[in-house]
């Protein structure tokens, strides 16, 4: 029977209409013993060759008309039903059109209306049916013979019911559906369409070993994060791929189709449950407002582009001087309908004479200020970039805000400003200091009525530029090797939509001169990170592929820090922002320090310039980095010399 159904390919259509004539012959006689109780003698009186020739020909000609016959039948669906019952009632019009045409000339009808009727409903049920039979035998054999993929669906509600009626309707599916699984206990133990539903709590390991499941698709939508990770965990012991369903929005044509259902990726299980914004403070601060946002083509940059947008400011500045990317984000913005006035300004930070120009002509209410250098190694080998667009760079962005009378600066900062390792870190944590002190020196002068500058300090974002899982996908994307730094280290992640939601928030809620920090969950080993990473790919490590350590980078931490202890911190209404208890600094004399860093740096002396970072930030300690040599000096002696670099190039 297999091969036998191997070899049949599309039968030729006038098979399929001989077959649907030889069903309908059967259907006209059928209703002609239903109606009168299956009485021979009865079915010879009123009976006739020629109501039988006409009642096949308006068949025929109902068939010819909508084609009925176009359809695959081992693809049969709800069109093909539709088609046929169009056939029937067209045959159904032409043989009572016949039937009034003879009465009308001889006096008598061909066929009883009675007869007529059933025949239509009994011919309908046959033809579908037949299809139906047809269909359910080429899937059954078809399935042996491609050795169909078993898989289970999470979910038997309505999104795990349409799920399986997607695959099932596949032509050219090679997935079963053996189980559903659920956490609901009414559920459990009922079928659907055949398959059963399980406890995925405690049935989950033994059914898919016991039933050799390959895949598991998740259909439900509102699963927690927790429970989610769970579930793959699960799957991943057992070596089952993992799907996903996507949100109903988000279906092409509002229509689910196979090559949606995506494979889960990591930062599905690192996100976080959805936050709760306070949006009408948020609103009221952007919406009809200037809004300006350096460093917008980056990925954070990018993600508060989005998100400001909601609130509907009157326009938007967008600056940033990576070219492709911000073209890039131009084209994006073209697409959204109902986007605001938007300046797409192709600039670098550093430049005074610019910057005062579009100030002066846009005046913005608000600025988030995320351009920045960020990648540690990099800036490692170049300090004095760092200090120019990190240390320069949100200087000047802050003096302007003040002499423009902004309403709010937001500075985006790192987790790595605190205790910093490396001169991006510190390069950070000194902007912080900076529009920290200068709050608090405008607050002294003018009272609140100025500039109020806010900064957001936040970890490692999934998925952002450079940052670690892009460059994981791409290594397993190309066979390995999976290149760890230690395999130790430890950082802390969150999803961009939620850091920007965040900031978004912190910057409505600050008042000036907070530093507020994220709640970033907790820590994750990287080489973890990539273990999962390398079996959601459906890979094995060691066999497929292998994790190679290469040490630490320059200036790298082990572990991230973001004062979170009681001590360090104070709480604010929103449970996942907190306050760092951080003393401004005095004003004037750090903005002689800064002055004094930026030219040095300018100068190139790099290691005077780090140096004179360590007076600023004392708790800067290099870390597998060439400036280590300058810890080896006492804390006395770096004083001495930070101060005479100060003296030195402030008089210069």
């Not at 913005?364 to 004095?384: D, L, R």
């Not at 900062?413 to 510190?426: E, W």
């Not at 360090?568 to 002689?592: G, M």
């Not at 310039?609 to 300690?621: G, S």
Request: hydrophobic letters at 45%; glycine letters at 6%; aromatic letters at 8%.
């Amino acid at each position: 029977m297999n091969k036998l159904i191997q070899r049949l390919r599309i039968l030729p259509r006038w098979i399929i209409v001989l077959l649907d004539l030889i069903i309908i012959s059967g259907s006209f006689y059928l209703a002609y013993l239903l109606r009168f109780n299956f009485d021979l003698a009865d079915v010879a009186r009123h009976s006739s060759l020629l109501g039988f020739a006409v009642f096949i020909l308006s068949a025929l000609i109902a068939t010819l008309i909508t084609k009925s016959y176009a359809g695959i039948i081992r693809y049969t669906g709800l069109q093909d039903g539709f088609r046929i019952l169009t056939t029937g009632v067209l045959q159904l019009f032409l043989v009572v059109m016949a039937n009034a045409l003879r009465q009308a000339l001889a006096g008598q009808i061909l066929i009883p209306l009675s007869v007529i009727v059933i025949a239509f409903f009994v011919s309908m049920i046959f033809l579908f049916t037949y299809r139906l039979l047809v269909k359910n035998i080429f899937s059954y054999y078809a399935g042996d013979i491609a050795q169909k993929k078993r898989i289970a669906i999470f979910g038997a509600g309505q999104g795990g019911i349409l799920t399986k009626q997607v695959i099932d309707g596949e032509r050219r599916s090679s997935l079963k559906v053996v189980a559903f699984f659920e956490d609901d206990d009414h559920k459990v133990g009922k079928e659907i369409n055949g398959t059963r539903i399980f406890h995925a709590e405690h049935d989950l390991d033994r059914v898919l070993e016991d039933f050799d499941i390959r895949e598991l698709i998740i259909s439900i939508r509102k699963l927690s994060l927790k429970r989610k990770n769970e579930i793959v965990d699960a799957c991943l012991r057992h070596g089952v791929k993992v799907r996903s369903v996507p949100p109903a929005e988000k279906w092409v044509k509002g229509e689910l189709s196979l090559n949606q259902i995506k494979e889960i990726n990591i930062e599905d299980l690192l996100g976080r449950e959805s936050i709760k914004l306070d949006n009408a403070n948020i609103s009221r601060q952007l919406a009809g407002k200037v809004v300006c946002i350096t460093g917008a083509a980056g990925s954070i940059g990018s993600e508060i582009v989005r998100q400001v947008m909601k609130y509907h400011p009157s326009k938007l500045i967008l600056i940033d001087q990576a070219e492709t990317a911000l073209y890039d984000i131009e084209r994006e913005m073209m697409l959204y309908a109902h986007r605001p006035e938007y300046k797409i300004i192709l600039a670098n930070i550093i430049d005074e004479p610019r910057m005062r120009r579009i100030f002066k002509e846009y005046r913005p209410n608000t600025i988030f200020h995320a351009a920045a250098y960020k990648h540690v190694p990099m800036v490692e080998s170049h300090p004095e970039e760092a200090i120019r667009t990190n240390v320069l760079g949100t200087r000047l962005m802050a003096d302007l805000a003040v002499e423009y009378k902004t309403d709010k600066f937001v500075l985006i900062s790192t987790d790595k400003a605190v205790n910093p390792t490396n001169v991006m870190g510190c390069s950070k944590r000194i902007s912080e200091m900076y529009v920290q002190a200068l709050n608090h020196h405008l607050n002294d002068l003018n009272g609140r009525g100025g500039t109020r500058f806010v900064t957001t300090r936040f970890g490692n974002v999934l998925g952002s530029n450079g940052s670690v899982i892009p460059y994981f996908k791409k290594q397993i994307a190309k066979g390995g090797p999976i290149t760890v730094t230690h395999p130790d280290i430890t950082r802390y992640f969150m999803t961009i939509p939620e850091a920007c939601q965040l900031v978004l928030e912190a910057g409505a809620m600050g008042k000036g001169g907070e530093i507020y920090i994220f709640d970033m969950g907790d820590s994750i080993k990287i080489v973890d990170l990539a273990e999962k990473m390398v079996k959601l790919s459906g890979l094995e490590i060691g066999r497929d592929i292998e994790i190679v350590y290469t040490g630490l980078r320059q200036g790298e931490k082990l572990f991230e820090e973001l004062l979170c202890d009681e001590e360090n911190t104070a709480p604010t209404h929103h449970d996942k922002i907190l306050i760092a208890r951080v003393l401004p600094q005095d004003f004037p004399l750090l903005s002689e320090k800064v002055e004094a860093l930026i030219a040095i740096s300018s100068n190139g002396e790099e290691l005077e310039a780090v140096r004179l970072m360590k007076d600023m930030v004392p708790e800067f300690i290099s870390n597998s980095s060439r400036f280590e040599e300058l810890d080896k000096l006492s804390l006395k002696f770096r004083k001495a010399q930070g101060g005479f670099a100060i003296k030195n190039w402030t008089n210069s």
